[in-house]
């Protein structure tokens, strides 16, 4: 490549950062949301304390280690925070904030929640959680009362922002429509009392009629599994890179 072809080439890519940097600054975005509370600037504060942008990202600039988090307050709890920030991952350490530091992690993220969507969403593609309560409203008349109180708590836990068929699972969780035959009823009641060390599952204060409740659902959840499944492979992506996809795609 000739001295004059490099220096166009540089031109261009500076061009292109300072366009970049101009539709950042340029964007009203940022601007027209509400100032952080107290308790959300002290989570801000933690966030770059411990460096996590190295691993996740916001508004998909970070790295790509972890889930971009602009929108995770959407599908945790604040016991599935707590889990994560005290226990890790397998990749992500833990972390051994005390509850005030968690607390303040959890309103960091509920607060940047409401700034905006952090990823680019395909339109045509029906979202997972979608087709989860489609299913379960045509399932709603034939569900047994302990079942139905089954899925009721599951549905407050938030268990489905994690926990679906592998491919469209946030956090790649286990399949939540095989577990009854993985773990059986005991194994479930188990894992809902103790949790996962290790694995960020957290324990649940469920009684143990609670606990009854859930592996009532999940059996009829079992049952249903391969029509389930079937439902969401409409969701797998077929990971065209964005650029042969046309811009009205996303939102």
């Given at each position: 490549?000739?001295?004059?072809?490099?220096?166009?080439?540089?031109?261009?890519l500076v061009g292109a950062f300072a366009f970049q940097t101009w539709l950042t600054y340029a964007d009203s975005a940022g601007r027209a949301a509400p100032p952080l509370s107290e308790q959300a600037a002290r989570g801000r504060a933690l966030w770059h304390e411990h460096n996590c942008q190295s691993c996740h990202q916001i508004y998909g600039f970070g790295g790509f280690l972890g889930p971009d988090l602009t929108n995770a307050a959407k599908r945790l709890t604040a016991t599935r925070v707590d889990?994560?920030?005290?226990?890790?991952?397998?990749?992500?350490?833990?972390?051994r904030f005390g509850k005030s530091d968690r607390r303040a992690i959890g309103q960091f993220l509920a607060e940047l929640d409401l700034t905006g969507v952090g990823q680019a969403k395909a339109r045509k593609r029906r979202p997972p959680i979608e087709l989860v309560d489609?299913?379960?409203a045509k399932a709603a008349e034939e569900l047994s009362p302990g079942e139905a109180e089954g899925l009721e708590l599951i549905r407050r836990e938030r268990c489905f922002g994690c926990h679906l068929p592998n491919h469209a699972s946030t956090h790649r969780?286990?399949?939540?429509?095989?577990?009854?035959?993985?773990?059986?009823?005991?194994?479930?009641?188990g894992v809902l009392a103790e949790g996962v060390p290790g694995k960020a599952m957290p324990k649940f204060t469920f009684s143990e009629t609670e606990r009854a409740a859930v592996a009532d659902f999940l059996?009829?959840?079992?049952?249903?599994?391969?029509?389930?499944?079937?439902r969401f492979e409409s969701t797998r992506p077929d990971w065209a890179p964005l650029t042969q996809l046309p811009w009205f795609e996303y939102e």
């Open positions: 490549m000739g001295v004059h072809a490099r220096q166009c080439l540089l031109a261009a889990s994560i920030l005290t226990e890790g991952t397998d990749v992500m350490p833990a972390f489609e299913l379960l969780a286990p399949d939540l429509t095989t577990v009854i035959e993985r773990r059986g009823r005991k194994g479930v009641s059996a009829w959840l079992d049952r249903h599994g391969a029509a389930a499944r079937d």
